[in-house]
């Protein structure tokens, strides 16, 4: 609920805030915090930095977040969005809970991240009067990369949703990859011309720097959320088949299980994995960076409907050889023999291959490391995206 929370402003506080000037006033509604703090943190208090009045609609999960937030400037308010298929009446008082905030703080423009959020957010600009709306559409997930007939059924559902949502007559929305935009742009979603692409959420090259090779045993690592279409169970199948062919190279998987979301892994399957010695799971870190680092090259056999993943975009900041699916988002940032190897999803035989191609020849890991440290400086760095994403804001509320 709205001001539920400890760490929030109180209605009092919030009222304060709104009775000052409104033209700069950004809202970012984000489905849960940790996801706001590692993919929206910064954006926000760069826009801060330049004048706008920064709110941030998310469930706060823990108090830390909470801190997080409110240490940064920015006015937090916790609502009960969260995220998977929570059922239509708890998104129906979602939905509720979010027009009322935003005809209480009327801001500027909103800024609205991922799928549910992006539909009910949308609805509710339009309910509420928003001036201004943009639409962080950062991959299309599951339910467009899902087969069979209920697979179906929901994305034409989601599809027709949202039309609704996006058809806000001062709306932009932000694509991090040009097969997702041209998909909802085909299907009428939004117009081409208020279709954006920035590519990802951005990394700073500062803090993933380039590296050399660690010395000692060869480190292989996967990290993700523990959700199956990350392609977790095909990481331990080329494991497992590589601990017969390469003894002593070291595979490692670093996330957490991801209750919210009907793939996760169950913290049970991780342990037998964990168990069987071809695996070791490290849980979540947090130092990304230095676990990048530490290790020789970088996997993630995903089949998932991706933006441009940020993991894949840190290990190539810190010069590391990537081996992943050739599918969109994935192969935005690694380009098939250039930073990387792109293999078919789902295909453990070519994943172990690719896998096995690199272990073998440090040469062409250095050379696929440097290349993919190039492209990052050229295009995927943390400030050209805050740049592009505040001349969006700056162009809807001029």
């Not at 549910?116 to 009067?129: D, E």
């Not at 331990?236 to 991801?258: E, K, N």
């Not at 975009?313 to 081996?323: F, L, M, Y």
Request: with cysteine; hydrophobic share 45%; proline share 5%.
């Amino acid at each position: 609920m709205i001001g539920a929370h400890s760490g929030t402003r109180t209605r009092e506080q919030e009222d304060a805030t709104c009775d000052g000037e409104a033209a700069k006033r950004l809202l970012i509604v984000v489905n849960v915090s940790w996801a706001f703090i590692s993919h929206r943190l910064e954006l926000a208090r760069h826009a801060a930095a330049l004048g706008y009045e920064v709110h941030v609609a998310t469930q706060v999960t823990n108090e830390h977040d909470a801190r997080v937030i409110q240490d940064a400037g920015l006015v937090l308010h916790d609502i009960g969005m969260g995220r998977g298929d929570a059922g239509m009446i708890h998104d129906l008082g979602s939905l509720v809970r979010l027009c009322a905030l935003f005809k209480r703080l009327d801001p500027a423009v909103v800024h609205l991240v991922t799928a549910k959020p992006a539909i009910l957010g949308g609805i509710a600009a339009r309910i509420a009067g928003i001036p201004a709306v943009v639409a962080a559409i950062a991959g299309l997930g599951h339910v467009f990369t899902d087969t069979g007939y209920r697979a179906w059924v929901r994305r034409r559902v989601v599809l027709s949703a949202m039309r609704r949502a996006m058809a806000h007559p001062r709306i932009r929305a932000i694509f991090q990859n040009d097969e997702d935009r041209r998909t909802l742009v085909n299907a009428g979603v939004i117009e081409k011309s208020q279709a954006i692409l920035i590519r990802g959420a951005g990394v700073d090259p500062a803090a993933y720097p380039l590296t050399p090779e660690p010395a000692g045993p060869l480190r292989v690592l996967f990290a993700s959320r523990m959700i199956r279409t990350k392609g977790v169970a095909e990481f331990v199948a080329c494991a497992s088949a590589l601990g017969r062919t390469r003894p002593g190279t070291q595979f490692l998987i670093a996330g957490a299980p991801d209750l919210a979301n009907p793939e996760s892994l169950r913290l049970d399957e991780l342990e037998q994995w964990q168990s069987e010695g071809h695996v070791s799971w490290l849980g979540h870190v947090k130092d990304m960076a230095a676990l990048i680092a530490s290790c020789h090259m970088f996997v993630l056999p995903t089949y998932y409907g991706e933006g441009v993943p940020k993991v894949l975009i840190e290990a190539a900041a810190c010069g590391r050889p990537i081996v992943t699916t050739d599918i969109a988002g994935c192969r935005d940032i690694v380009k098939d023999g250039e930073n990387g190897i792109l293999v078919p999803p789902r295909d453990v035989e070519q994943l172990t291959a690719a896998v096995e191609r690199l272990l073998a020849d440090p040469t062409l890991r250095a050379e696929f490391g440097r290349a993919g440290r190039q492209q990052v400086e050229q295009g995927f760095g943390l400030q050209t995206v805050l740049d592009q994403t505040v001349a969006i804001y700056d162009e809807l509320t001029a």
